[in-house]
């Protein structure tokens, strides 16, 4: 019923940029955060971003700040990712994430918090 498909991976070079994009159809969250997660061979899908989809909160892991900036364009029902000044430590599979419900801002840095997900879409930063 509710489905989000994630696009814009690929591969670049250091210093490159890319703009991930996951499209929500189905239910709409207006209320609700959404974020994007990514995860690397061995270890857990760690926390890059999150937006209040209706809002104005908006929060970065501190390995990212400065460098990606999400946003959304409601009217589309589309999360965004802008990556730039990318590194090779952000080479992951990058997952878009909503929840069901309200969360709070703290919540919102936690996986288990959300209840969608994207397939997931590979990003490589070479050096």
């Known amino acids: 019923q509710v489905r989000m498909v994630e696009s814009g991976g690929g591969s670049v070079q250091a210093g490159g940029s890319l703009r991930l994009s996951c499209l929500a159809s189905?239910?709409?969250?207006?209320?609700?955060?959404m974020g994007w997660f990514r995860q690397v061979p061995g270890k857990e899908s760690a926390f890059v971003a999150l937006?209040?989809?209706?809002?104005?909160?908006?929060s970065y892991s501190d390995s990212v700040k400065g460098r990606f900036t999400i946003s959304r364009d409601n009217a589309k029902n589309t999360l965004y990712l802008q990556m730039n000044s990318l590194k090779p430590e952000d080479t992951a599979v990058y997952y878009c994430?909503?929840?069901?419900?309200?969360?709070?801002?703290?919540?919102?840095?936690?996986?288990?918090?959300?209840?969608?997900w994207g397939q997931g879409t590979q990003v490589t930063v070479s050096s």
């Open positions: 994430a909503a929840a069901s419900r309200p969360i709070t801002q703290d919540m919102g840095l936690m996986a288990s918090s959300y209840d969608y």
């Open positions: 189905g239910r709409t969250f207006s209320d609700n955060g």
């Open positions: 937006i209040s989809w209706n809002g104005g909160i908006v």
